[in-house]
């Protein structure tokens, strides 16, 4: 990692240890009740991937629809920065419930848009709040051009945020 590990301003310093999370272990976070940790889960250093993602399928089945479509554009998300679609794909079509749905003529297509459409706002939202932090306040015409972005887009771009030095950079690479 080559991120600062101090922040310091005029009348403050702010020094901190940096972690990479996949040195972490997942079952904290999987043991957690809050479903956001659990999901996050799959950003550590996961030992039984398609275990983990089973149980948090499961556990985001039990959730009211709108709910459950923004959970799983969150799973998707952070399941793209490590590469686990085709495991989640797999374990979807396994879940009776959630295949039955996805499957069905009226609501399947507009439950894939849903997810799409809160995959795209979701990753929108994490992008924007990183190049935030890292750079401060965006140009319209950034904010203008990110919000065109299309999911691998936007999973792209955050991972060439992490080695950027400046906007500039980042939107001219």
């Known amino acids: 990692m080559n991120m600062a590990s101090e922040l310091a301003g005029s009348h403050h310093v702010c020094r901190y240890t940096l ?29 039984h991937q398609r275990e983990t993602l089973r149980q948090i399928l499961t556990r985001i ?10 959970a799983f554009a969150q799973l998707f998300i952070l399941a ?14 396994a879940m009776p419930i959630l ?6 003529d009226l609501l399947g297509p507009a439950i894939r848009q849903g997810m799409e459409e809160g995959m ?23 904010e203008q051009h990110l919000a065109q972005l299309a999911v691998a ?5 955050s991972l060439h945020l992490l080695d950027a030095t400046s906007l500039e950079e980042l939107f001219n690479h």
Request: hydrophobic fraction near 45%; charged fraction near 30%.
């Open 19 to 47: 972690i990479d999370i996949r040195s972490l272990d997942s079952e904290p976070f999987l043991q957690s009740p809050w479903l956001a940790d659990n999901i996050v889960a799959i950003l550590t250093n996961l030992r």
């Open 153 to 157: 887009e936007l999973e792209s771009l």
């Open 80 to 93: 793209g920065l490590r590469k686990l679609g085709k495991i989640i794909e797999t374990e979807v079509k």
């Open 120 to 142: 795209q706002r979701e990753g929108l939202l994490m992008v924007r709040r990183m190049l935030e932090k890292r750079f401060g306040a965006l140009p319209p015409a950034i």
């Open 61 to 70: 089945a039990t959730l009211e629809p709108g709910a459950r479509a923004a």
């Open 99 to 104: 295949d039955s749905l996805l499957d069905h």
